[in-house]
């Protein structure tokens, strides 16, 4: 017998996390008596923050240990999991974690009776807008808090890694037990915060857990892109080279079609069009080139390509024209400034409940969590400049 679980995390800023929590599942099992077995899978864009990749942990309490890696340990990708870890809530409404597999459900691989375990401030019924039906009962468990950006070079040690531990515990604890937790835990870091939070997760992750049923969920609207067999390839080699064409407004600039981005991001960014002076900074500065040029010289932003990495944001030199949000506040990826033409009045009122009453900001030093001030609203067409902060 097996038991799988993957860890999904976003590529750079929780790398070292997802790490942690799959490691250490396989060597607390191990502690255990069982045989347990870990690896990674990082994305087909390492380079890019954010991008969804997974960390894999394998417990069998009966197969040897040679058995196991030879069972699991050529694959690339898990074929079901007893448990789905999410360690970034965003990740539910879909996931590219290979560019030729497309956008894919968070519990894709989740099997019957199963868990999903989110760590989120979110409810059930919130989460479940996004997460796409299966046909059998699942569960869905929350352990409450935020985003960990706990990265590949700066580990932001806020206890996630150990809380995880504790509810897998919780909701299984013959995958790994509460008491092998405290033991290693205390062995390896001597201190015994670090097993209360484990211990609190464990004793409180059920209340917070639910079956979902088979009518629960979305309609997954992504089709996977369907491959050609091999016999369907021409002679010769063809790589077709990325359609090139320009026009003025929304989509109007040419993008490759098959590596969208959309699903890298946590947060994204919402344009005040009335306050814009056309700068063009957000244009210009934006590394993914996800800003149209549009006949009445202001900018949309193409949702599907925008990565959620805050630069417009950063260099608008107008106060709350460009606002980053949290992105389970959207359920498309319509053109904002569309909308806005259709009904300015409309649009602002949009804006504005979109964004709340709080901004999240990350800190320049990653790492170290995130800074939360309140929000402004600026009355319409109100320009206010802001000085930015130069960083040498």
């Known amino acids: 017998m097996i038991k799988r679980v993957e860890v999904n995390y976003r590529g750079i800023f929780q790398k070292s996390l997802g790490k942690k929590i799959g490691s250490d599942i396989a060597i607390i099992a191990t502690h255990m008596g069982q045989v347990g077995f870990s690896n990674g899978r990082y994305s087909d864009s390492p380079e890019r923050n954010g991008i969804p990749c997974k960390y894999f942990a394998y417990v069998s309490p009966d197969l040897s240990e040679e058995e196991l890696e030879a069972e699991c340990g050529a694959n690339l990708d898990i074929d079901t999991c007893d448990f789905s870890i999410v360690l970034d809530d965003t990740m539910v409404k879909g996931v590219e ?115 979902v049923t088979p009518e629960e969920g979305i309609d997954w609207p992504y089709a996977p892109p369907v491959l050609p067999k091999w016999f369907d390839f021409p002679e010769g080699i063809v790589v077709p080279a990325v359609e090139r064409g320009f026009t003025m407004g929304p989509r109007g600039q040419s993008r490759n079609t098959t590596f969208k981005r959309g699903t890298t991001k946590t947060q994204r960014p919402v344009v005040r069009f009335d306050l814009c002076t056309k700068c063009t900074l957000c244009w210009l500065e934006c590394p993914d080139e996800c800003f149209d040029p549009t006949p009445d010289g202001l900018y949309d932003v193409n949702y599907e390509y925008c990565v959620g990495c805050g630069k417009c944001a950063e260099v608008c030199p107008v106060q709350e024209c460009i606002v980053m949000v949290d992105e389970l506040r959207f359920e498309d990826n319509s053109s904002p400034w569309e909308a806005y033409k259709r009904d300015p009045a409309a649009y602002l009122e949009w804006a504005e409940e979109k964004k709340g009453t709080e901004r999240v900001n990350y800190p320049f030093v990653t790492g170290t969590g995130v800074a939360v001030t309140a929000g402004q609203r600026v009355p319409e067409g109100k320009v206010i400049p802001v000085k930015k902060e130069v960083y040498r």
């Open 97 to 211: 974690p290979w560019g030729w597999h497309g956008i894919r459900p968070i519990n894709e691989k989740v099997t019957e009776n199963g868990y999903l375990l989110v760590v989120s401030r979110k409810s059930h019924d919130e989460l479940l807008r996004f997460i796409g039906k299966k046909p059998y009962p699942y569960h869905l468990a929350i352990l409450e808090g935020d985003a960990s950006l706990a990265g590949l070079w700066v580990y932001k040690d806020d206890l996630t890694h150990e809380r995880v531990l504790g509810a897998l515990a919780g909701l299984d604890p013959s995958l790994i037990s509460m008491e092998a937790i405290e033991a290693h835990l205390l062995e390896k870091t001597h201190e015994q915060h670090r097993v209360d939070a484990a211990r609190e997760a464990y004793e409180t992750i059920r209340q917070h857990t639910r079956v």
